[in-house]
């Protein structure tokens, strides 16, 4: 048993998890928190990864949700500029189109100033004829409208995260199951199991914090043995990556006959990423497969726009997760909202606070509110410090990638431009911590594929808690894209080679 009482034991290693447990230990408090898979398997390595206002929420009134996320948009950039970048994206419209003009420009301007906007550009009116964002879609398509949000790497955002957390003290448990957590002697008595070891622990703290996306109200029911509780409402969101349909770093958003919208997006330089769908979802999360009725309805939304239609068999990656929305009794999944609730139950001694819903881009802000009812709970500590803060390798300037970049090669004159550029939006200023004394491409040791070596493979290890090629192919890296079967093969055999003691702590 695990003798030192905690202040909290976070449940939940997704972007609310991990956000909340690093504020938390920030201000002083003991903390611990426990994932029963990898950091982001889950919802938080399922998104359309973007940093955004939300702009078809302004149709269902959710002003403050908007609000709160464009105000978000620069604090996060400057956070973490190289896993967070601006992007444009460009709004075609045409006469008899399913919004009129009219509403899509009020829509844009309470974008553009509702949310204290300092160094993105604002909107922009296009002419499809000439402007060089017309030409891979169709002539039907004579003017756009242009503006501004980010993008972000998701699965990174949230390890590091977790690494920050660890880094100030947190203890950080991947692949550590709640089995259960009860109230006894005025505190939680936690019991876990790791899922890959069978290793069982016991901790005990003084609150618990419930953040386990789609797992949320399971949580509820097994661990705390409350059979009635349903709070979640699952919306499955699916997605496609297909060859780079067009030039250019600008998005699309595309407007559907049904009311929905997707997204067609520059996707790690060679791809381009088109979704999400919107669909309930009532089975087990760690199910989730896109259905061919999504991947039919994502390829046949893009045709409508692109000259070049898009098929089923341009499509190399999908990926698809569950939203767990708050349930608000909306009749369309598309209508539920996206906001999030934080319940505090603090009836009994040992306090609970359970989170529902929630989304990337406003995650700092609910784990400051989450930290604001913990304060209630259990005492204040410390000041809110995430705002001006950086995520690991983030500390540089907000648009200083290219000098990042540019050093990085100066330092490493063996790497190509490429390889630069995805190591520091991958690591950042840490890109040299990876690297080391690293001379030449050969120092780096195995090649697995791609631009994916030993050194970096050994760094993901070390300090973000990968333990699977998976883990490193496709949530701390996106290299499963070019890394082909037989490079797969040989990481997982390297990484099962390795002796035990080398993991993150």
């Known amino acids: 048993m695990n003798q030192d009482v905690l202040d909290i034991f976070v449940i939940g290693g997704g972007i609310n998890g991990c956000g909340i447990a690093r504020d938390a230990v920030g201000r002083g408090y003991k903390v611990a928190l426990a994932e029963m898979n990898d950091f982001a398997s889950g919802t938080s390595s399922g998104a359309t990864k973007l940093i955004h206002g939300g702009l078809r929420y302004l149709e269902h009134y959710e002003f403050r949700l908007v609000r709160e996320s464009l105000m978000e948009r620069e604090v996060l950039w400057a956070m973490a500029p ?9 709004l075609p419209y045409h006469k008899g189109g399913i919004r009129p003009a009219w509403l899509i420009r009020l829509g844009l301007f309470l974008y553009d100033h509702l949310g204290g906007r300092k160094l993105l550009p604002p909107t922009a009116t296009l ?15 004579t003017k756009a409208f242009e503006y501004s949000d980010g993008w972000v790497d998701d699965a990174r955002m949230v390890v ?5 957390a660890a880094d100030k003290g947190a203890t950080i448990l991947p692949r550590t199951k709640v089995i259960s957590a009860r109230r006894e002697g005025g505190v939680w008595i936690i019991e876990t199991r790791n899922t890959l070891t069978g290793e069982t622990g016991t901790y005990t703290s003084r609150m618990l914090v419930n953040a386990a996306g789609p797992w949320v109200d399971q949580v509820i029911r097994t661990a705390f043995g409350k059979n009635d509780a349903k709070h979640v409402r699952l919306v499955q969101g699916s997605h496609i990556v297909i060859r ?6 600008r998005a699309y958003f595309f407007q559907n006959p049904d009311n929905r919208i ?3 997006i520059p996707y790690e330089r060679d791809f ?16 989730i497969q896109i259905t061919d009725e999504e991947t039919d309805y994502l390829c046949k939304a893009a045709s409508e726009y692109f000259r070049e239609p898009v098929r089923r068999e341009d499509i190399v990656w999908t990926y698809s997760a569950v939203r767990p929305l708050f349930d608000d009794g909306a009749s369309k999944a598309q209508e539920a909202t996206r906001d999030y609730v934080l319940k505090l139950e603090t009836e009994e001694a040992a306090p609970l606070l359970n989170v529902f819903g929630g989304k990337l881009t406003t995650y700092r802000r609910l784990a400051e509110h989450a930290l604001e009812k913990i304060g209630e709970a259990i005492g204040p500590k410390g000041k809110p410090w995430t705002a001006q803060s950086h995520l690991p390798g983030g500390d540089f300037a907000t648009k200083g990638y290219e000098t990042e970049v540019a050093k990085l090669k100066s330092n490493y004159g063996f790497l190509s431009d490429g390889h630069a550029r995805r190591l520091v939006r991958r690591y950042g200023t840490r890109s040299a911590v990876l690297l080391g004394n690293a001379a030449s491409i050969a120092d780096l040791g195995q090649h697995f594929g791609g631009d994916l070596y030993e050194a970096e493979v050994r760094y993901l290890i070390e300090n973000e808690w990968a333990m699977s090629a998976e883990d490193v192919l496709w949530r701390r890296t996106k290299d499963g894209l070019r890394v082909d079967e037989n490079g797969k093969r040989l990481l997982e055999e390297y990484m099962a080679a ?8």
């Open 82 to 90: 190289h896993i967070i970048w601006p992007m444009r994206f460009v």
């Open 127 to 141: 002419d499809m004829r000439s402007d060089p964002a017309g030409k891979p879609l169709k002539p039907l398509f």
């Open 160 to 164: 590091l995260n977790a690494r920050d």
């Open 244 to 249: 780079k349909k067009f030039e250019g770093e």
């Open 262 to 264: 997707i997204f067609a």
């Open 272 to 287: 381009t990423l088109i979704g999400t769908t919107d669909r309930d979802f009532n089975e087990d999360p760690k199910s």
């Open 498 to 505: 390795l002796p035990a003691g080398r993991m993150a702590g």
